[in-house]
């Protein structure tokens, strides 16, 4: 696919350590292009919109995705992230938010060609509460449901309609759930 700017060109991906995992960097360095070629087509007016007084502005689904991909590839796959403070660019722009994008998920693309040893290293086991519960009889819609590693019997569920499963307990009682 052609963008009008990438980020992350091709001749600069990493070859992975085994070719299963090819498709990881791949993947990961096209999707990081192609959210910043939608921020970089953001202004600085459009920072403080919000379709509905409730909903998020442009200037913080910027921010959440910076800190949900830093809490993503830290929390579950445990690479070396930077402390949260240090995340967000000084300078809330459009251009700053897509040059730490890319700032951040370059040394990523470094992890994954060692992505065989890594996941021997304990990040399986945090991967698996990401599987469907497909194999114990559940739907494989991923908001119905996921999976540790332990099994069905301590796994938790999340529910659609907000109500989660905790250790059998719903951690959300005002919004329908009861203490089981």
């Not at 990961?28 to 939608?38: D, P, R």
């Not at 494989?140 to 999340?158: Q, R, V």
């Not at 907000?162 to 329908?176: E, T």
Request: proline share 8%.
């Amino acid at each position: 696919m052609h963008y009008d700017y990438t980020a992350i060109v091709d001749t600069s991906i990493p070859a992975a350590s085994a070719q299963e995992f090819e498709h990881l960097l791949q993947t990961y360095a096209s999707e990081t292009n192609k959210v910043v070629g939608v921020w970089r087509a953001f202004s600085l007016a459009d920072l403080d919109y919000r379709p509905h007084p409730r909903a998020s502005s442009v200037a913080d689904i910027l921010k959440h995705q910076l800190l949900s991909e830093r809490r993503f590839f830290g929390e579950f796959l445990g690479t070396p992230e930077p402390p949260p403070g240090e995340v967000l660019p000084a300078v809330s722009t459009p251009e700053a938010c897509a040059a730490r994008l890319v700032a951040l998920a370059r040394p990523r693309l470094h992890l994954v060609v060692r992505a065989r040893a890594f996941l021997r290293c304990g990040a399986r086991t945090r991967l698996d509460l990401l599987a469907s519960r497909f194999a114990y009889g559940a739907p494989s819609h991923a908001t119905y449901c996921l999976l540790t590693i332990a099994g069905p019997k301590s796994a938790f569920d999340l529910w659609p309609h907000s109500g989660c499963y905790m250790a059998r307990r719903r951690s959300n009682p005002q919004r329908g759930g009861r203490r089981a």
